[in-house]
């Protein structure tokens, strides 16, 4: 034992100072590592814009359909068996255009028949009246009695209402015959055909949809949470969805009471008292209408919206140029661009790009943005 005890202890000695040394270099590695990495650590660099209010309006604009104010339906006023159909769907036709015709033959005879009658009432009268002249003269005379001059009296006005009775006859037999005859009444459009040639139809059995030229309406269905609490405005801009450069000032001249159950809007009718020639019936047009400008609000970029707890917000950037999530209302989002109500005051920094990057409390490198969407330093 005591030639191993004399070994042993220089051993351990020399192995704690080994542990010593190796651990000199290892403290010294990692103390370089640790000063390397604070002296490269540098600012997160992001853009920002000085938020500035501004008078906003919301534009809406919705599809709708041309079509006629007044529309009618055209039928014969008398029946019979449709000879000949002049027009179809999508024609064009002036006042007096003749559209359709019956068969004439029973209303020609019908005429026949009453200008027969007519000439039969004209030679009764004629007798009668000579009768009653005569009767006249003798009476005057003394050489007839006043029984028989009433008589004749009586024969000459009974003739003369046969006669009037058998011209109304024939006026009405006339306006038959014409009847077989369907002509327009205004100039206008055809939008439907309900006849054909050999048909035979009744009185006021619909032949022809129609709708008259001049004033028309731009019809659209809006959701109705637009009509509510919404002041009308005073005129709308229409403009052909083919053709936008063609367009026309419109009013409101009727809003449905009823609601569609299956689409949730409501039917409104744009009146158009002087439209276009190239806004025909059947055209897709589009309705603008801007609101008022009374509201005022912040225009940012749409880059600068983040979300805190579920509710927008965004990054306004302190005087120690450090930036703070603060939650932001929205007043309504277009394109590029979100217009905010409250959350953020004029003059007040906010991150745009490089947002999703900003620790709240780091430091930043802030580069204003430029108005084309870029950077300037």
Same mark, same amino acid.
């Given at each position: 034992?005591?030639?191993?005890?004399?070994?042993?202890?220089?051993?351990?000695?020399?192995?704690?100072?080994?542990?010593?040394?190796?651990?000199?270099?290892?403290?010294?590695?990692?103390?370089?590592?640790?000063?390397?990495?604070?002296?490269?650590?540098?600012?997160?660099?992001?853009?920002?814009?000085?938020?500035?209010?501004?008078?906003?309006?919301?534009?809406?604009?919705?599809?709708?359909?041309?079509?006629?104010? +007044?529309?009618?339906?055209?039928?014969?006023?008398?029946?019979?068996?449709?000879?000949?159909?002049?027009?179809?769907?999508?024609?064009?036709?002036?006042?007096?255009?003749?559209?359709?015709?019956?068969?004439?033959?029973?209303?020609?005879?019908?005429?026949?028949?009453?200008?027969?009658?007519?000439?039969?009432?004209?030679?009764?009268?004629? +007798?009668?009246?000579?009768?009653? +002249?005569?009767?006249?003269?003798?009476?005057?005379?003394?050489?007839?009695?006043?029984?028989?001059?009433?008589?004749?009296?009586?024969?000459?006005?009974?003739?003369?209402?046969?006669?009037?009775?058998?011209?109304?006859?024939?006026?009405?037999?006339?306006?038959?015959?014409?009847?077989?005859?369907?002509?327009?009444?205004?100039?206008?459009?055809?939008?439907?055909?309900?006849?054909?040639?050999?048909?035979?139809?009744?009185?006021?059995?619909?032949?022809?949809?129609?709708?008259?030229?001049?004033?028309?309406?731009?019809?659209?269905?809006?959701?109705?949470?637009?009509?509510?609490?919404?002041?009308?405005?005073?005129?709308?801009?229409?403009?052909?969805?083919?053709?936008?450069?063609?367009?026309?000032?419109?009013?409101?001249?009727?809003?449905?009471?009823?609601?569609?159950?299956?689409?949730?809007?409501?039917?409104?009718?744009?009146?158009?008292? +002087?439209?276009?020639?190239?806004?025909?019936?059947?055209?897709?047009?589009?309705?603008?209408?801007?609101?008022?400008?009374?509201?005022?609000?912040?225009?940012?970029?749409?880059?600068?919206?983040?979300?805190?707890?579920?509710?927008?917000?965004?990054?306004?950037?302190?005087?120690?140029?450090?930036?703070?999530?603060?939650?932001?209302?929205?007043?309504?989002?277009?394109?590029?661009?979100?217009?905010?109500?409250?959350?953020?005051?004029?003059?007040?920094?906010?991150?745009?790009?490089?947002?999703?990057?900003?620790?709240?409390?780091?430091?930043?490198?802030?580069?204003?943005?430029?108005?084309?969407?870029?950077?300037?330093?």
């Amino acid at each position: 034992m005591r030639f191993l005890l004399p070994a042993w202890r220089p051993c351990r000695r020399a192995l704690h100072r080994s542990w010593l040394l190796a651990g000199v270099p290892v403290c010294l590695a990692l103390s370089g590592c640790g000063e390397k990495e604070t002296a490269t650590a540098e600012p997160q660099p992001v853009a920002y814009v000085t938020a500035e209010t501004r008078a906003i309006s919301q534009t809406v604009s919705l599809t709708g359909e041309i079509a006629a104010r +007044n529309s009618s339906t055209y039928s014969f006023e008398t029946g019979g068996r449709v000879t000949d159909v002049f027009v179809d769907v999508g024609d064009q036709v002036a006042s007096g255009t003749v559209l359709a015709k019956i068969d004439p033959t029973d209303q020609q005879a019908g005429v026949a028949a009453a200008k027969a009658a007519v000439q039969s009432a004209e030679a009764q009268l004629e +007798n009668a009246t000579a009768s009653f +002249n005569r009767q006249k003269q003798l009476l005057s005379s003394g050489f007839t009695t006043r029984s028989d001059y009433d008589s004749a009296a009586a024969q000459q006005t009974s003739a003369q209402s046969t006669l009037d009775s058998a011209k109304a006859d024939l006026t009405n037999a006339e306006k038959d015959l014409s009847n077989t005859v369907l002509r327009a009444d205004a100039a206008g459009v055809i939008t439907s055909r309900e006849v054909d040639p050999g048909q035979v139809v009744s009185a006021a059995q619909a032949a022809f949809g129609f709708a008259r030229s001049g004033a028309e309406d731009a019809i659209f269905q809006i959701q109705e949470q637009l009509l509510i609490g919404n002041k009308k405005p005073d005129s709308i801009e229409v403009s052909l969805v083919s053709d936008p450069s063609v367009k026309a000032r419109g009013y409101i001249r009727e809003v449905s009471p009823l609601i569609d159950s299956s689409t949730g809007t409501v039917e409104v009718k744009i009146g158009i008292d +002087n439209p276009p020639p190239e806004m025909t019936l059947g055209s897709a047009v589009v309705g603008h209408e801007t609101g008022e400008t009374s509201r005022q609000a912040v225009s940012l970029p749409w880059e600068a919206l983040m979300v805190k707890g579920g509710k927008p917000a965004v990054w306004v950037v302190d005087e120690a140029g450090s930036a703070k999530l603060t939650p932001i209302e929205v007043a309504a989002y277009q394109t590029g661009t979100i217009l905010v109500a409250g959350g953020v005051e004029a003059g007040e920094r906010v991150v745009t790009a490089g947002s999703q990057l900003v620790l709240p409390g780091a430091a930043l490198d802030l580069v204003q943005a430029s108005s084309e969407g870029g950077e300037r330093r």
